[in-house]
């Protein structure tokens, strides 16, 4: 069984950054594509990036390029999202999820298998 834990959400004013981490343990998602989804309150949840098992690959919302940056350690299985620029409307509870059918990006959540339990990011401005 695989398990996720999200970390390093919080409170930041508009402008500053966070970085949130994904820790995986159990069997290893070395070789499955990992991502990002965000969900705020009353919306559904939106894909915010993804990357490749072996992290040469990534793809991002159109809302989050340019200001966020997935990036991945496999020797640690850890998945990183690092958000620079926040806004507002970035406010929502940020998951992490794995794909183990999958090697590379996708932005589709039911392509997803494993899902952590989310870290609130609010944004003040």
């Known amino acids: 069984q695989v398990q996720l834990v999200e970390s390093g959400g919080g409170l930041v004013q508009a402008g500053g950054s966070l970085r949130l981490s994904c820790a995986a343990s159990g069997r290893t998602f070395s070789r499955n594509a990992m991502g990002w989804f965000r969900q705020a309150p009353g919306k559904e949840r939106d894909f915010v990036a993804a990357i490749s098992w072996g992290g040469g690959s990534t793809y991002y919302a159109d809302s989050v390029k340019g200001r966020f940056t997935i990036s991945r350690d496999n020797a640690k299985n850890t998945v990183y999202l690092q958000m620079n620029s926040l806004k507002a409307e970035d406010t929502a509870v940020y998951y992490c999820?794995?794909?183990?059918?999958?090697?590379?990006?996708?932005?589709?959540?039911?392509?997803?298998?494993?899902w952590g339990q989310g870290t609130q990011v609010t944004v003040s401005s």
């Open positions: 999820a794995g794909a183990r059918t999958l090697s590379l990006p996708s932005r589709y959540a039911y392509e997803y298998d494993y």
